[in-house]
């Protein structure tokens, strides 16, 4: 069977909440018409789920054997390394300008130019490592605007765990949420060594006590793409089937 593959398109939004230009990746299906209506899929560290994820080719993959509903995939991509840091982690000085640029800027202008469903189930986040962070932060903020998150080894911290525990209106989210269990030791960028598993393994207790709707999974593997990459599959099927 010959798969037919969709269309990946630059996108550009200023955007008043960060005062700057905002570069996106769009991924339109190979059935993409406007006739039809869309759910929606936001990935933080964008072009990192478009390349090394290989979002695109698994979507062409699945929506040719209809296993999963019409999607299109919005990746946004990181500056650079202290960019990333600035808007997706909870001391970030941008974090809450980011988390309000998705609400309030870019949710709105893919609504008005894209066919995809105007609720909160019909939208998505996901990230990896502190991507996956900011979009379970943004979910909880905005959870009427986005029903549901995929959370591939999230940074997780007092300020997460807080946010969680405080939460209130979120019986309408879904998450999607795995960890290595080799996360034990994962170096940062600036060389620091930290526990990625202990904390997530609390996070998941947290939202089974809380009673989230909430996927749960430890996988063999690091905190890399070659861990996460193989997952994404489940991911989609779990999320949008």
């Not at 072009?47 to 509903?69: N, S, T, V, W």
């Not at 840091?85 to 709105?108: C, N, T």
Request: proline share 5%.
């Amino acid at each position: 069977m010959t798969i037919k593959r969709g269309t990946i398109i630059d996108e550009t939004i200023y955007s008043k909440e960060l005062d700057e230009e905002i570069e996106m990746l769009v991924y339109l299906p190979a059935n993409f018409s406007p006739l039809y209506k869309y759910s929606l899929l936001i990935a933080q560290d964008g072009k990192d789920y478009f390349q090394m994820g290989r979002l695109p080719r698994l979507a062409d993959e699945l929506l040719a054997e209809e296993e999963i509903e019409n999607l299109i995939i919005v990746g946004v991509p990181y500056r650079g390394v202290q960019d990333r840091w600035e808007k997706y982690h909870p001391d970030g000085p941008k974090q809450e300008a980011y988390i309000r640029f998705l609400a309030h800027e870019l949710v709105p202008f893919l609504d008005e130019k894209y066919p995809v469903y105007h609720v909160g189930y019909g939208r998505a986040l996901a990230g990896d490592s502190l991507a996956a962070t900011v979009s379970l932060m943004a979910a909880l903020r905005y959870p009427h605007t986005f029903g549901k998150v995929i959370m591939h080894s999230p940074h997780v911290d007092e300020n997460v765990l807080k946010a969680v525990n405080e939460a209130e209106d979120y019986k309408q989210l879904s998450l999607y949420h795995v960890i290595g269990l080799e996360e034990t030791t994962v170096t940062r960028m600036n060389g620091e060594v930290d526990d990625f598993l202990t904390p997530n393994r609390t996070l998941h207790r947290l939202l089974d006590e809380k009673r989230f709707e909430c996927f749960y999974h430890e996988l063999s593997g690091g905190h890399t793409w070659k861990t996460w990459q193989p997952d994404l599959k489940r991911a989609l099927l779990t999320m949008f089937e």
